[in-house]
């Protein structure tokens, strides 16, 4: 196969996790898996062989991808260690930073007063990834936020230890979460890009070749 990205591993996670309440409820968040699946079909469309660490979503796996289903930020921590090695990670999952700290076993009944449920926080997949001994030669992370992008994206990027950060504005109409269209300002140590606004898909592409602009 041919394109930028021709023989690289590309390990990528998308979507929401889920952490479960009971049997019946969970928590979970606003994320559409739409950004990290375009991402999937953009890697495999530039030559890369792609493994899709996917929390629930009922998007279509894009041709050629490798997906692994998971649910909670758990099982995509296991499902996204158990993958590497991999030449680049993107770690576009909006994974749950609390979890339950028991999860029961029966559906939990109303009792007319008020409940207060205790979390936990979860592992830092994204630092976990960029610290292990198998860490992919570029670790790109994520950042939603509603205000101060540069300042909050800047502060993980180094918190983290990643090579990139990709950071968008929530909150915006026709952005973000769920939208079909998004912008990114993807920054690095030395350096930053504006990408888009666009469609999501172009956008991931755009996202990519910024990538392996970086690898090589
Ligand atoms: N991430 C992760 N594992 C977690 C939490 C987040 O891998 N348990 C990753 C996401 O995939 C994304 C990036 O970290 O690439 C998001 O950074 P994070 O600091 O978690 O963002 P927020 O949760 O929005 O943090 P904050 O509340 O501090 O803004």
Redesign the pocket.
Known sequence: MSGVLAGRRVLI?AGPTYEDIDPVRFLGNRSSGKMGFALAAAAVGRGASVVLVAGPTALVTPGRVRRIDVRS?AQM?EAVLSALPADIYL???????YTPRVTAGEKIKKSGEGMVLELVP??????E?AAHPQRPGLVV?????TGNLEH?ARG?LEA?RLDMIAANLVGVPGSGFESDHNALSVYWQDGQRQLGPTAKTRLAGELLDLVAERLS
């Not at 770690?91 to 930073?97: E, F, I, L, M, T």
């Not at 992370?141 to 936020?145: K, N």
Request: net charge neutral; hydrophobic share 55%; glycine share 8%.
């Open positions: 996670s930020a921590r770690g576009a999952a909006a994974v749950a930073d979860t592992a830092d997949i994204l630092a990834v992370g994520f950042a939603a936020e909050y993980k983290k």
